[in-house]
């Protein structure tokens, strides 16, 4: 996969992309990160990126010209030139493990960093084909929401992790959150690990896992179960089971 980054900011993703499991992918040619400063396409001898808001009104805007420019020299640079076109803004669809999955089927993205009180309307209408959010809340640029969004989409490329960090079991990949996980010491400061994690049978390690998962979904993030794909006999273990704690 290649992705591409059109950022006033290049600098900010430097350490998010040079350490653990992102390197390593880059180190082992499965990703190619390419980062694009937005002010090289800046307009005249102060290389001008936003200006003031048509209709008044406070802060300012990123402007159209520099942007389209950028994505248009960056498509002609090689690679797929009908990859998504992502725009990082709070008005975009939220972000998740589907959207993930369905971005790192590409073998292209570019990224448009929004900043400033917004962008364009033109640059959502004529050449962002995705807009993605990261949550409800507001950050200050949408480099921050790039370096989310590429990491988890990365950690999903064929080969990227190891059979050791295998995505299988992890929340939100089953539609439930994750198990309860313990390691050595089995005693810390009389604190035990379950019984059943130390009984050696594999059939009620499973048992306990998959009912602890219902249990904490149930308990945190009960917008999840809904959706999750509960037996009849999985769902009446909730419906019966008032839940004060976790273990
Ligand atoms: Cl993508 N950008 C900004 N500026 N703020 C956000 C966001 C994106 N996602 C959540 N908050």
Redo the contacts with the bound molecule.
Sequence with gaps: MRIDILTLFPNMFSGPFDESIVKRAIDNNIVSIVLHNLRDWGLGKHKMVDDYPFGGGSGMVMKTEPIFEAVEAIKAQGGDSSAPVIL???Q?RV?NQKIAAELANFGRLIFI???YEGVDERIREHMATDE???????????E???MVVIDAVVRQLPGVLGSEESASDESHTTGLLEYPQYTRPQTYRNWEVPQVLISGNHAQIAKWRREQSILRTFVRRPDLLEKANLSAEERKLVANRAVTRFD
């Design positions: 990082l803004t709070p975009g972000f960093c929004g900043h993605i959010s990261i949550g409800d809340y507001v950050l200050t640029g949408g921050l929401a790039a």
